[in-house]
């Protein structure tokens, strides 16, 4: 299958700062691209989807001047978490999808730990 | 409304045999999709089924009824290594996928 690359894995930050979670598709060109959110123990909750070039879609309650999603490019996608609190501690997991296919390719996921 | 439903966990012995089932409800359709989940990983893709019928990739197969609204995995010779969530998935009309709560399958000897 084709791979989709995260990045960082883990990441431990302060409270009040910002975490910049990037996503690459290595072998394929990934024409949108979905970012969510696990808490332990619960299934995965869509927090937005982003098309390569424009604004991403946000899931209702997701506020996006906090999580901001950028798809500059078909095989980059970053989510920068601001003014990170520990609330947002989560795992944090984006999958991407080319136009041509129907299924969609995680990445491995980054644990965000703020403290 | 949109809504996935599968079982909240399931035991299982080693060598045996499971199936786990998904009922779904979306706005349009367009593939059910079986991901399994190891505890603390990202989700790995299983299966894809749009059409009726059976779908067979080794140990593990899954069955889709589209008129009924009703999938099912079916892991065969279990073995310990396949204890993890086990995630259903179905996509809308807008290629949107709707997820389930995940099945918690535990294996014991």
């Known amino acids: 299958g084709a791979v989709v690359s995260q990045h960082p894995s883990w990441v431990i930050c302060k409270s009040g700062t910002s975490v910049k979670i990037e996503c690459r598709s290595l072998?394929?060109?990934?024409?949108?691209m979905f970012w969510y959110r696990q808490f332990p123990k619960q299934s995965l909750m869509l927090m937005a989807t982003?098309?390569?070039?424009?604004?991403?879609?946000?899931e209702q309650g997701v506020e996006k001047d906090k999580f901001l999603i950028n798809h500059a490019s078909l095989t980059l996608s970053t989510l920068t978490v601001t003014s990170a609190h520990p609330e947002d501690s989560s795992f944090y997991i984006c999958s991407a999808r080319a136009l041509s296919g129907a299924e969609a390719f995680f990445g491995q996921g980054t644990r965000l730990t703020v403290v | 409304g949109q809504n996935i439903d599968q079982p909240t966990e399931m035991t299982a012995t080693e060598g045996a045999i499971v199936q786990i089932n998904c009922t779904y409800q979306?706005?349009?359709?367009?593939?059910l999709f079986w991901y399994q989940q190891h505890a603390g990983e990202a989700p790995t893709f299983l299966s894809y089924n749009v059409l009726d019928g059976l779908e067979e990739k080794g140990r593990f197969s899954s069955f889709l009824s589209r008129s009924k609204g009703y999938s099912y995995l079916l892991l065969k010779e279990l073995q310990m290594k396949d204890s993890a969530s086990y995630l259903c998935?179905?996509?809308?009309?807008?290629?949107?996928?709707?997820w389930g709560a995940g099945t918690k399958l535990i294996i014991k000897p």
């Open positions: 072998d394929f060109q990934a024409t949108t």
């Open positions: 998935a179905a996509m809308d009309s807008n290629y949107q996928l709707i």
């Open positions: 979306t706005s349009g359709f367009n593939g």
């Open positions: 982003s098309n390569e070039g424009s604004k991403a879609t946000y």
